[in-house]
């Protein structure tokens, strides 16, 4: 979508030397969108991997690895839409959970199908979420606080709602649902986690609302005086972000298979969430990113730290290898107009112990 | 104009002290209630004073956060900083020295990484809330790697008759450290130019850096402190607990930041007093304490600290806004003037 103009330009051009610049331009050009990099990136990491361990591109590895981080791709793509208003959703973590125990409960102990459930862990995930929205919208809590103050609210109520019990037998078809393929080679999961993502990104790019959020995050006191109701669009945001969160849960409970009072908060998968996001190319000031990279930064997540496993490094340096990624992929931004570590070096070498 | 000034720093002091005397109430009232209604809460006030112990090194690391927040960043890699200091001192001890040096050793490296991480911020524009994000998962990482599934517990007994149960008197070394650290931080935030300009900077950057302070630097300076703090912290639990884990300060981290903001310092920077993160330490600590002394779980105290958080943040702003005006508006404003490239 976005090379189209370049294609034009490519078709127009009279003589072959420009051709050459041209498609140097594209290349380029593509090269600097994010979701790009990420594909190139993670078959790269695939293409290394796989030359050393031929087992590593069995269809069934990668299917896990896509739908092993399902859930945190969902989640991260409602973290997305917070992030683009400027906000940040640090409570997905128990909405996930209390959304995957609520449902869980109900799927073990009366034997509810997941397409039953969905109802519920939407309805909870919005309703969690809508608490925060109105938190930050109209109590004027910063974002950070008031999310990490229903962190610890939501983790109570996932607490309350375990009651000391916890899911560990469900029907076969969350098992179908949360590990099965198409063709033995596509998983359910993972689908689904596309079709979220590329709807999202749809009502993003294409509705007034997508507009409104990318606006608020950019400036919401200009965003305001252009006659967008920031506030509105603010809850709405954080509403989805809590309703993804709930569809992530039951992602979570049909691929893991069990629930209890921590689930979500004991992997910090916020944390994982907003990291994807943030690789994902989706900056905190706001206003910059989409839910495709998030999902693609999911993804990748997972093949890296699984090619880590297969290098014999061992998996206590998974979450180190987060925290670079997270570092690397905002220094090798070359959109926003900071520093970058080579320009940083050229300047150092320029103008030696002079600042940059 | 001095008269102007002084109505205007009397007007500030007012602001902050409202909420502090707000927060001083809520302490009393808790207080109270817990040893009315607790058994076992009170225990001749002593009792009282030992269950400080369990909570006072959030409050360290929250003092330290304090700098951080003040200048208008964040640090969320605190928590993995403390369990990673007491790790490394623990695994120093273990391989022959002596443990109050390998303590030191420890402190050092973190303020060291604290130094880094600064540089990475201020030199590579990066928000603090991703650099803090991303070497919390490495500190976490590190610690892991360095302490093994089974890290050196059982320290001497020179060093948990001090760092664990030692004390002045009745006051236990908890309370002792908390309160020279308190001290300390009073006076760096309150009574120095870096305080002041720590302050001026989290209140408007752009305004500092035009009257003439190095924005960097004090920023950088505000990340080694909390890297400080959260490692001295590591220390104090590796005292009281005797005995180290590689994921024992995670769970401090959002506890010393609600900490930090229920002591009325703007999460923005820029404006609160430190006295008000000592009265929240002690707000959050007895009623986590009196809760689980009550038999309610970890999850419900949490939860309910959670809801104090966010009701008490609710009131003051919307008080707030009542007295100051648009007083948010303009805070917010200001917050989103500096976005643009600088």
Not at chain 1, 177 to 197: E, H, K, Q, T
Not at chain 2, 24 to 41: D, N, R, T, W
Not at chain 2, 94 to 104: F, T
């Amino acid at each position: 979508m976005a090379t189209a103009p370049s294609d034009m330009h490519l078709a127009r051009s009279p003589s072959p030397p420009v051709d050459a610049k041209a498609v140097a331009r594209l290349v380029r050009q593509s090269l600097a969108r994010r979701e790009v990099q990420l594909v190139v990136v993670t078959l790269l990491v695939f293409a290394i991997t796989t030359a050393h361990d031929s087992g590593f591109a069995t269809t069934g590895n990668i299917s896990f690895l896509i739908a092993d981080t399902m859930a945190v791709a969902i989640v991260a793509i409602g973290e997305t839409i917070v992030v683009l208003t400027r906000g940040i959703d640090l409570s997905v973590a128990p909405i996930l959970g209390t959304a995957a125990l609520a449902t869980g409960f109900l799927a073990q102990n009366h034997g509810l199908t997941p397409l039953e459930l969905l109802p519920l862990a939407l309805v909870i995930g919005a309703v969690m979420g809508a608490g925060n929205g109105v938190l930050v919208a109209f109590a004027g809590i910063p974002p950070i606080i008031a999310t990490l103050g229903t962190l610890a609210v939501y983790s109570g109520v996932q607490g309350i709602i375990a009651n000391g019990q916890e899911v560990v037998t469900l029907p076969p078809s969350y098992f179908n649902l949360g590990n099965d393929d198409w063709f033995s080679a596509i998983p359910y999961v993972g689908v689904i986690g596309l079709a979220v993502a590329l709807g999202f990104a749809l009502i993003l790019w294409r509705t007034r609302f997508g507009r409104n959020v990318y606006a608020v995050g950019n400036n919401a006191e200009a965003a305001r005086r252009a006659g967008i109701d920031v506030k509105r669009v603010l809850v709405i945001a954080y509403v989805l972000s809590g309703t993804l969160a709930g569809l992530g849960g039951l992602v979570f409970l049909a691929h893991v298979g069990s629930a209890d009072s921590t689930t979500g908060t004991d992997s910090n998968i916020q944390l994982t969430a907003i990291a994807a996001t943030l690789i994902g190319g989706s900056t905190l000031t706001g206003g910059k990113g989409g839910t495709i990279g998030s999902y693609l930064a999911a993804i990748f997540l997972s093949v890296a730290l699984a090619a880590l496993v297969d290098f014999r490094i061992n998996p206590i340096w998974e979450p180190a290898g987060v925290g670079v990624l997270i570092l690397v992929a905002m220094l090798a931004d070359t959109t926003t107009g900071r520093p970058t570590l080579r320009s940083i070096l050229t300047a150092l070498l320029e103008r030696p112990g002079g600042r940059p | 104009m001095t008269a102007a000034a002084g109505l205007s720093r009397a007007r500030h002091l007012s602001r902050d002290q409202w909420w502090m005397t707000a927060l001083a109430v809520l302490l009393v009232a808790e207080l109270a209630y817990f040893s009315v209604g607790v058994q076992g809460f009170w225990g001749g006030g002593t009792g009282m004073l030992d269950q400080s112990e369990y909570f006072l090194d959030i409050g360290v690391m929250a003092l330290g956060v304090g700098f951080v927040i003040f200048a208008g960043d964040i640090d969320l890699s605190c928590g993995a900083m403390a369990s990673f200091v007491g790790i490394v001192m623990a695994e120093l001890w273990k391989h022959g020295i002596e443990i109050w040096i390998a303590a030191l050793i420890a402190v050092a490296i973190a303020a060291l990484i604290g130094l880094i991480q600064g540089l990475i911020v201020t030199v590579f524009r990066l928000e603090s809330l991703l650099v803090t994000l991303a070497s919390q998962f490495i500190l976490g990482s590190l610690a892991t790697a360095i302490g093994g599934g089974y890290p050196p517990y059982g320290f001497p007994h020179s060093f948990t008759s001090i760092a664990g149960t030692g004390g002045i008197g009745p006051v236990p070394i908890q309370i002792v450290s908390f309160a020279v650290l308190g001290w300390i931080s009073f006076l760096l935030v309150h009574r120095t130019a870096f305080g002041r300009s720590l302050v001026l900077l989290g209140h408007n950057r752009d305004a500092a850096r035009y009257a003439g302070v190095n924005v960097p630097w004090t920023r950088v300076r505000a990340f080694i402190l909390s890297a400080l703090f959260a490692g001295l912290a590591g220390v104090l639990i590796a005292g009281t607990y005797n005995s180290v884990r590689d994921d024992l300060g995670d769970a401090l981290l959002l506890p010393a930041i609600t900490i930090v903001v229920l002591g009325g310092v703007d999460i923005f920077g820029g404006r609160g007093h430190v006295a008000g993160v000592v009265f929240a330490t002690f707000v959050l600590g007895f009623l986590y304490q009196g809760l689980l002394i009550a038999n309610v779980s970890q999850l419900t105290a949490n939860m309910v600290g959670g809801i104090v958080l966010v009701i008490a943040l609710t009131l003051k702003i919307s008080i707030e806004q009542r007295q100051g005006g648009a007083a948010f508006a303009e805070r917010l404003r200001l917050r989103f003037a500096r976005s643009g490239p600088s």
